[in-house]
């Protein structure tokens, strides 16, 4: 009955961890396709309504979770307080605060980094933010590809590395 016992609990915490791992991925996606959708917002209400960039910000801000709404607002009063600031510096510093939460690598920190200042540039920057756009939108596909892959190997990996550990120590 124990080794039962025993048995269930490792093929349980070995499925959880495999769970994890794919909760990650699935975050790590959504939190792409959510960036490319505010920086979308974003460029339209540049282009169209002409605001200044805090207020795109705050308007990109309604709706959004706890965590990009958090970072958009604290890119916006640090814009409101101070002009002549940096927005790629505002942007990092924001990402930086929540390192945790945000699963970007650094090479799509990069990029975000990138298309938030291109949109920031007075005048018609348009041509700058569209291949930044292109580019987010292949780590998007890239990142799509990756989550149904991993995914499964995750899954499977996991329940086989539990199944070993329970041949192990019988």
């Known amino acids: 009955m124990l080794k039962l016992a025993g048995v269930l609990f490792i093929l349980t915490g070995t499925a959880g961890f495999g769970r994890y791992l ?16 505010i920086f979308t917002q974003m460029d339209a209400g540049r282009s169209y309504l002409r605001l200044p960039y805090a207020q795109l910000l705050r308007r990109a801000a309604k709706g959004k979770g706890e965590l990009l709404c958090g970072v958009l607002l604290e890119v916006a009063d640090e814009m409101e307080k101070n002009r002549e600031a940096d927005v ?9 605060k929540r390192k945790k939460q945000i699963f970007l690598n650094e090479e799509e920190k990069d990029l975000l980094l990138s298309l938030a200042r291109s949109l920031a540039l007075e005048g018609e920057h348009t041509q700058v933010a569209k291949i930044y756009f292109i580019q987010l939108e292949d780590k998007i596909v890239k990142a799509m590809g990756e989550k149904k892959e ?16 329970v041949i192990l120590l019988l």
């Open 22 to 37: 794919s909760g990650y991925l699935n975050t790590h996606f959504s939190q792409l396709v959510e960036y490319r959708e």
């Open 150 to 165: 991993k995914q499964k190997l995750y899954g499977t990996v996991s329940i086989l590395g539990g199944l070993f550990l």
């Open 88 to 96: 790629g510096a505002l942007w990092e510093a924001a990402f930086e």
